[in-house]
């Protein structure tokens, strides 16, 4: 089965940048999109930016600022994040879907990895 598997979280200063990456253990175009949501301490998880496997196209939030950008190279989804603000902090967390539909609805998705927390301080 699918597995992924999350990396590159830490402490960091505000203004700082990351890079998050989801190694996918498995054949990575069986999925359909693979995502990047967040989870800041109180909140309900929301979706960040999702990358199509057939083409690499990616989609983002429509509220995101321009600051994060998802690729893909060699199985692996990374998450680049930028000027990075105290507000950023969560678990990051990549997921995999198999089938379409609407991109940032977190029941939708089928397999989760464990997550990597990352913390800013200003």
């Known amino acids: 089965q699918l597995q992924l598997r999350e990396s590159g979280g830490g402490s960091v200063q505000s203004g700082t940048s990351l890079r998050l990456s989801c190694k996918v253990l498995g054949d990575i175009k069986s999925t359909k999109w693979v995502a990047w949501f967040r989870q800041a301490p109180g909140k309900g998880r929301e979706g960040l930016a999702a990358l199509q496997t057939s083409d690499g196209s990616p989609t983002y939030r429509r509220t995101l600022e321009g600051r994060f950008t998802i690729s893909e190279d060699k199985g692996t989804v990374y998450f680049q994040m930028t000027d990075l603000k105290p507000e950023d902090t969560a678990i990051y967390y990549c997921?995999?879907?198999?089938?379409?539909?609407?991109?940032?609805?977190?029941?939708?998705?089928?397999?989760w990895g464990q997550g990597t927390q990352v913390n800013v301080s200003s």
């Open positions: 997921a995999a879907v198999f089938t379409g539909g609407r991109l940032f609805t977190v029941a939708k998705y089928d397999i």
